[in-house]
């Protein structure tokens, strides 16, 4: 097996460039956001929730790619603190997911944190521009995802 530093092992620098970015991006802590109240979990599962739409646990768990114990504990931790809800709807198993009013408030809060440090991060963007990365960023994603759909299908067989 080839060395992880070798450059065989990316197929070229390009490949191995790409993958160091994107190792650099997932080590950086974007959750922490000097003055935020939420963890990073509940920043996530608010942000899902942030189209009106309530959930089901194993909805989220779909959603965020996460086992669904993972985001039970998640969940329970947002709701002893006040930022999610459970209830109940007639004729429904499952119980749904939903903010609270100081849930709601608490990732507006954090949102807008969040959305000046990136107009900062985005002022000294140089070469490029947010709309370019938006871009790149999105069709990238959409091929990763085709990707890893396919090599899941064929897993299954």
């Not at 779909?62 to 007639?90: C, M, P, W």
Request: proline share 5%; glycine share 8%.
């Amino acid at each position: 097996m080839p060395d992880v530093g070798d450059e065989s092992f990316w197929l070229t620098p390009l490949y191995q460039g790409l993958a160091e970015e994107l190792l650099r991006m997932g080590r950086r802590k974007t959750h922490i956001v000097p003055g935020a109240v939420l963890e990073a979990s509940a920043f996530t599962i608010l942000w899902t929730l942030s189209d009106g739409a309530p959930r089901t646990l194993r909805d989220l768990a779909d959603e965020l790619d996460l086992e669904q114990s993972t985001v039970n504990r998640q969940v329970n931790a947002a709701i002893k603190h006040g930022y999610l809800e459970r209830f109940e709807v007639t004729g429904q198993a499952s119980r749904l997911i939903r903010p609270t009013p100081a849930g709601q408030a608490a990732f507006e809060h954090d949102g807008r944190l969040r959305a000046d440090r990136l107009r900062r991060v985005f002022a000294d963007l140089d070469p490029g521009t947010p709309e370019a990365l938006l871009h790149e960023l999105r069709a990238f994603n959409d091929a990763y995802e085709r990707t890893y759909l396919r090599q899941h299908e064929a897993a299954q067989g």
